[in-house]
């Protein structure tokens, strides 16, 4: 026999919580002629068995329930169901936190911040210290912060001696800027790269041309390009941000920017970049688009998370309507900018991937080129936008 203090140090419970559950009838106490209630075995090991039943999940009734009748199967097997739903948060959050203290990848937790909270993860990477390219990259490249560095060494060691670092075809280029005036006396190029779209600005115009990349090494190799093709005194390479651009309100009568318009998103940089525009001026963008109204899942499996907002034709139609442009014109590039881009890449990867066997970076370009290279054409492409602004 127990007197109640004896039971609380038995079973580990205090003397209000054994009260409690005398009450519910758990427990059954017996008054002495002395005044003292005293508890059998019987309780404590009832006490016990209460215990490890809430351990399983159940609450105190359904475990009283299932003391003094039969186990009712229905219940555990909802509980049963509620913890392992239980368990897969809790394993996700292990992960998570495991990944921001740099112990294991946190690529999925960037690639659904990316798709989820776009602006809110750009601006959270720039309080951890990284720097607005580093930041851009991390989300739409390397995924992963703590492997960063190494991410991008990897990536610039596959594309550095590559001519085009995206698909493109001159004939492509040379439709969309045909609709520059002839008497355009500034453009801006941003994402310059190597140069190539470069140089047939500077051939088709006679205008002042200025290219900005945000990747020194493809700055460097812009102004090695325009040196030996003459261009000197015509283009000006720079190194900046094409989220910060550098320049005066209305500089510019037009804007080439191929296959970068995604790293801001397509609204936020008609947005931005109409600023240094003047009016009647041009924006020309080339943008990741479907081009069908029900894509195959593989493909639109891949895109969610590489290129989140991405969307159809008619949207972005709609959307630069909506912020105060004219449509000119708009099309698809042509099969041959896709090979012009993968084929030499595939070239790259595969002298690379033996002495890079576990570059993730490596990795990740050739599931994309995979992408690329088993689609028909008929389910998503790069499509040009030429774009006026209105008067405001």
Request: charge should be negative; include cysteine.
């Amino acid at each position: 026999m127990f007197l109640i203090s004896g039971l609380a140090k038995r079973v580990g419970l205090s003397r209000t919580t054994l009260l409690y559950y005398e009450k519910l009838g758990v427990i059954r106490g017996q008054r002495l002629g002395n005044g003292y209630r005293v508890y059998t075995e019987l309780d404590a090991q009832r006490l016990t068995l209460v215990m490890q039943l809430q351990a399983g999940g159940l609450s105190l009734k359904e475990c009283i329930t299932c003391l003094n009748g039969k186990i009712d199967k229905g219940i555990l097997s909802e509980r049963l169901r509620l913890l392992d739903e239980e368990i897969v948060q809790k394993q996700k959050a292990r992960k998570l936190l495991s990944g921001l203290l740099g112990e294991s990848s946190n690529r999925d937790f960037h690639a659904q911040l990316n798709e989820l909270a776009p602006q809110a993860h750009y601006e959270w990477l720039l309080q951890q210290g990284f720097t607005e390219k580093e930041a851009q990259r991390i989300r739409w490249l390397s995924k992963d912060m703590n492997t960063h560095d190494q991410y991008m060494q990897d990536f610039l060691t596959v594309f550095e001696p590559l001519t085009r670092w995206g698909p493109g075809d001159d004939s492509d280029t040379l439709k969309a800027i045909s609709h520059i005036p002839s008497k355009a006396s500034n453009i801006l190029e941003i994402g310059s790269g190597k140069g190539l779209s470069t140089c047939l600005l500077a051939e088709q115009s006679n205008a002042q041309i200025t290219a900005i990349d945000n990747e020194p090494i493809a700055v460097t190799n812009l102004a090695e390009l325009i040196e030996s093709k003459g261009y000197a005194e015509q283009v000006t390479p720079m190194c900046a941000s094409m989220s910060e651009l550098p320049f005066k309100a209305h500089s510019f009568d037009a804007i080439l920017a191929e296959s970068c318009v995604y790293i801001m998103g397509f609204e936020e940089a008609l947005k931005q970049w109409q600023t240094v525009l003047k009016v009647d001026g041009l924006i020309i963008v080339s943008d990741l688009v479907w081009l069908t109204s029900k894509p195959n899942e593989k493909y639109q499996s891949f895109w969610s998370t590489e290129y989140p907002a991405m969307t159809n034709v008619d949207t972005r139609l709609i959307q630069a309507k909506k912020l105060g442009f004219e449509v000119l014109d708009d099309f698809t590039i042509s099969a041959k900018a896709w090979q012009n881009y993968w084929q030499p890449l595939q070239a790259r990867l595969n002298t690379l991937k033996a002495s890079m066997p576990e570059s993730q970076a490596i990795k990740d370009i050739q599931t994309e080129l995979d992408m690329y290279q088993s689609h028909d054409g008929s389910q998503f492409g790069y499509h040009f936008f030429v774009l006026r602004r209105n008067a405001l």
